[in-house]
């Protein structure tokens, strides 16, 4: 059965129209003003804007971390993800050391299998060996054209910077894209390892051992190794003024540089680790979150177009999981939930606080990271012949983030209380209604793997 979405203020990338969108059969296959119902369910989205479902790069479903796991899995990640109007994630393959990229992306792919929504993977360059390129090459052509490598965590996914150069020309000639977390892994463990040798536990000492100069110099460092390789560059979760500059200048020199922040690092400041006792530990991520100042130069990069994407990096645990780490800091597993609010936070913050275009926030969350991780217009559209991913977006909803509400499966909020002005009334994902006036209606395993197109690649 079909869909007609009536009356509503279409808005892309490019602009803003008044009108109805005709889906089939999973498909968007008309456009236009008054179109005559034929038979189809019709929704009346007047007075409310109708957005492209939102695609969100960067999550983590049943992660693995430091003797833990990652709370949501793929499917309650996934149904949380739609309740909040995004209708796709990527999320990532970590091969342990000396395993094959290929069954590791097998295994992964088969616990993703049960994702409510579409789904993607990256791909993690953990370890270098003989064959590593040959993998990053079948990875590309298999639908897995990202790569992501970590400047930090040395000791367990992170790679020394000879073989992020080699790794990185490897994606380059697969046609890929490389992701990185840039912070200076070698330094934040000497700063770590300092406060516990000197008796320090508390979480605020999580953000004082990775201050913003240590991302200001790995976002330089990874942007000079991409560019002597030749690769495109996403960098991930970009949190401080340092690390922006670093973008800028890369992409005044012409290089293929691009970033991403996070709502963690837009909306909250440093002051959440001086909460009592241990409820700091609910804001570890990493990159911490900032000292006051850094999230209006981020909204400004936003804006202006020097960080083109709003991923969540959602990574829940629950207080239980974090009290791993209450006499080490060292030892809290890092991340937090996000996937949810990602669109009414930048709503609400960017587009109603008058920081952001309607056009910019759906480029932000949406057409984007599709753009950039090559599944546009299939994703992040509103064209006949996209996927019918949509979301009608009722301005005038009101709200509140709590952990009592939220769909994530977690006891923590970092958001708890934070007001919301604009949220989802219906939400759409492939020609089907998952969420609308009788509530959310999930299915397991109706999401499908995104096999994503590889730029075309570029030999030596
Ligand atoms: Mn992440």
């Not at 559209?381 to 909803?397: F, H, K, N, Q, R």
Request: glycine share 12%; proline share 5%; with cysteine.
């Amino acid at each position: 059965m079909g869909l007609l979405i009536k009356n509503g203020t279409v808005v892309t990338a490019e602009g803003l129209s008044v009108g109805d969108v005709r889906c089939r059969e999973g498909r968007i296959v008309e456009l236009g003003a008054g179109l005559p119902a034929a038979g189809e369910r019709v929704v009346d989205a007047s007075g409310q804007y109708v957005f492209p479902g939102g695609v969100d790069p960067h999550v983590h479903m049943e992660l693995p971390v430091a003797g833990t796991v990652s709370s949501d899995d793929f499917e309650t990640g996934t149904a949380a993800a739609l309740a909040g109007g995004t209708t796709t994630v990527i999320d990532f393959v970590h091969p342990e050391r000396g395993e094959d990229f290929a069954s590791a992306l097998a295994a992964r792919r088969r616990a993703a299998a049960r994702s409510v929504i579409d789904y993607g993977l990256h791909m993690a360059v953990t370890w270098w060996g003989e064959r590593t390129a040959d993998w990053i090459a079948r990875c590309a052509a298999d639908g897995v054209p990202s790569f992501k490598i970590y400047l930090a965590y040395k000791a367990t996914v992170g790679i020394d910077d000879g073989d992020v150069l080699r790794a990185m020309a490897a994606v380059r000639r697969a046609g890929g894209v490389v992701l990185v977390h840039a912070e200076h892994g070698e330094a934040v463990e000497h700063l770590r390892d300092r406060f516990a040798a000197a008796g320090a536990t508390h979480p605020r000492f999580h953000a004082l051992s990775r201050p913003p100069a240590l991302e200001g110099e790995a976002t330089h460092r990874a942007a000079t190794l991409a560019a002597t390789a030749g690769a495109s560059l996403y960098v991930v979760h970009v949190t401080c003024r340092e690390a922006i500059a670093a973008v800028a200048a890369a992409r005044e020199l012409g290089w293929a540089v691009d970033g991403e922040t996070c709502p963690q690092y837009l909306m909250l400041d440093d002051r959440v680790y001086e909460a009592d006792g241990f409820e700091g530990a609910a804001f570890v991520v990493a990159p911490p979150i900032r000292p006051r100042g850094h999230q209006e130069a981020l909204w400004e990069a936003l804006a202006g177009g020097v960080l083109n994407a709003v991923g969540s990096d959602h990574c829940p645990f629950t207080m239980e999981q974090k009290r791993l780490g209450e006499s080490d800091f060292r030892c809290i597993p890092g991340g937090a939930a996000g996937v949810e609010h990602r669109l009414a936070l930048l709503y609400t913050y960017g587009v109603g606080a008058g920081r952001l275009s309607l056009e910019r926030f759906v480029d932000l969350v949406a057409t984007g990271p599709a753009k950039r991780f090559g599944l546009y217009p299939r994703k992040g559209a509103i064209e006949v012949g996209a996927d019918a991913d949509l979301v009608v977006w009722d301005p005038d909803a009101t709200g509140a983030i709590s952990a009592a509400t939220h769909h994530h499966r977690t006891d923590r909020s970092i958001y708890e209380g934070t007001e919301l002005e604009g949220l989802p009334s219906w939400v759409i994902a492939n020609g089907v209604v998952r969420l609308g006036p009788d509530g959310l209606d999930v299915e397991r395993g109706a999401g499908r793997f995104l096999a994503r197109r590889a730029l075309a690649p570029r030999p030596d």
